[in-house]
């Protein structure tokens, strides 16, 4: 029996190779015709699909466009507000009296302004950025159809770049707004609008990258970034997914010739939404207010503080009866969530506190001495005068020191315990601290970011009370290890880690 089944095992195999041979002699022998017929079926397969996705592409085209409109402005200047020009050389008394028929006089002119916009309410409210319409005297808006409307400023907020105009008009198509935060790197997108004065620009490309900031754009950013080419004009334009959904506000390019060079920045529209139904309801942006002035944690401080150099940002000062100090939030704590989600950087937290209507209760977890522990601060508006808020109002900063006696030289400073006196003359009236009178330029303390004039409060999370107390903690640091130093320049504190030779 054992035999009669392998033999049937091997008579069954050498069917089947027979059969595989004899089926790709039929391929091999086939026809080039019947190959061609079939690569040419295929071809035409593809071809159908990407007409279909480019169709598809002008559709969504064709169900924004009618919403982007164009934006001009015009600003009267005076001729006394022209600003960086050269002094006029016949600007004088002499040649005033003598020669003023024939010299020109400045006058006042007509400054005019393009940009783009997209309409969001069939009401005709109109978003936009605020650059586009600072300042204008007159705003005039431009539908794809060709109607023209004067339109009305209803509120602008410079801090995010975001503006609200609005036109009266009937038939008015209104864009559809989309989720911003569902968007992802990598995502095709389309952006419409006026470069250059070339009315309904249509150009395409992906999400590069989300959560810009430092771009130095804006004093809140959180910018989806674009390869999608924006160009002057494009401002004020819409970024739009390919469900025909506007999910951005074109607002800046990063160029060096003045062109795209193949990064746009963006305003997620859940922001701009936000502002904008705050403009029209209040005709203002109300944000919210923590307390605090707080600083990256960079690998050094981290190092000093036994922390991860990702986790949270270091509070480098506390306001007086704010409500991170209501809620026991202390100098030198560690912020490591706020309101349930990661703290990565100073920006990412003040764009959340922002956000953060007044009122709330918002749960905070923070880092005290390496210990975690969560509390609840309730959000106030932010205040108009952040100095004044923070305690810090018209203090002066740090003046000449004058000659240092007695003084010390440690890690590349000069330094001297802080007296009545100097106090006093430094515009550091009431605090106890070492003062650094001289800064060797390549030490490790100039490499940290030590100035002249600065004050140290604290070494290694202790007061420093003198020179003597900075001694101590150096001696007790290893070599090439981090002191983690609290140093007041000016109107606040911030932390420096800096390296033992």
Excluded: W
Excluded at 118 to 147: C, E, F
Excluded at 151 to 172: C, H, Y
Excluded at 225 to 242: C, H, R, W
């Amino acid at each position: 029996m054992p035999f009669r089944i392998a033999r049937n095992i091997r008579t069954a195999t050498a069917v089947s190779s027979l059969a595989l041979a004899v089926a790709m002699l039929c391929v091999l022998g086939a026809p080039r015709s019947v190959i061609a017929q079939a690569n040419d079926a295929q071809l035409q397969r593809d071809i159908e699909s990407l007409q279909h996705e480019s169709k598809a592409r002008a559709a969504i085209v064709k169900r924004v466009s009618p919403s982007v409109v164009n934006v001009s402005v015009e600003k009267n200047v005076k001729a006394s507000e022209r600003g960086g020009e050269q002094p006029d050389p016949f600007d004088d008394e002499f040649f005033r009296r003598f020669f003023q028929p024939r010299i020109p006089q400045p006058r006042d002119f007509k400054q005019h302004g393009l940009g783009s916009g997209t309409i969001v309410d069939s009401k005709g409210y109109i978003l936009t950025n605020n650059h586009v319409v600072a300042d204008a005297d007159k705003i005039q808006v431009k539908l794809p159809d060709g109607r023209q409307f004067e339109a009305k400023l209803v509120g602008r907020d410079p801090a995010s770049d975001v503006a609200v105009i609005k036109i009266d008009g009937t038939d008015l198509p209104a864009a559809k707004l989309g989720n911003s935060d569902e968007l992802e790197v990598g995502e095709s997108v389309l952006a419409i609008g006026n470069p250059f004065s070339l009315e309904q620009t249509v150009t395409g490309g992906i999400v590069s990258a989300k959560g810009r900031s430092q771009v130095g754009v804006t004093d809140y950013e959180d910018f989806i970034q674009t390869d999608a080419s924006i160009n002057p004009g494009n401002s004020g334009g819409p970024l739009v997914n390919l469900k025909g959904e506007v999910i951005g506000v074109n607002t800046a390019i990063f160029s060096r010739s003045g062109g795209n060079m193949g990064i746009g920045f963006s305003i997620p529209i859940n922001e701009a939404r936000e502002i904008m139904t705050s403009l029209i309801q209040t005709g203002k942006v109300t944000r919210g207010f923590l307390g605090v002035v707080i600083q990256d944690i960079t690998p050094e401080i981290a190092g000093a503080l036994g922390v991860k150099a990702n986790e949270g940002v270091l509070v480098a000062n506390v306001g007086p009866n704010t409500p991170a100090a209501k809620a026991g939030i202390k100098q030198g704590d560690v912020i490591v969530t706020f309101r349930g989600q990661s703290v990565k950087s100073v920006n990412s937290l003040r764009y959340a506190v922002a956000r953060v209507k007044p009122g709330e209760a918002v749960a905070t977890d923070v880092l005290t001495e390496g210990k975690r522990r969560t509390v609840s601060i309730k959000i106030e508006e932010q205040p108009s005068d952040m100095r004044t808020a923070m305690g810090e109002g018209g203090q002066e900063g740090p003046g000449e020191s004058g000659p240092a006696v007695p003084v010390d030289q440690v890690l590349g400073m000069t330094l001297q315990t802080l007296t009545p006196e100097i106090a006093e003359r430094m515009g550091y009236q009431g605090m106890k601290g070492i003062l650094v009178s001289d800064v060797d330029p390549n030490g490790p303390a100039a490499a940290a970011g030590i100035q002249q004039g600065a004050l140290i409060l604290e070494v290694n999370r202790r007061p420093a009370r003198s020179v003597a107390d900075l001694k101590e903690q150096v001696n007790k640091t290893p070599s090439k290890k981090y002191l983690l130093l609290l140093v007041r320049l000016g109107n606040f504190d911030r932390y420096l880690a800096v390296q033992k030779p």
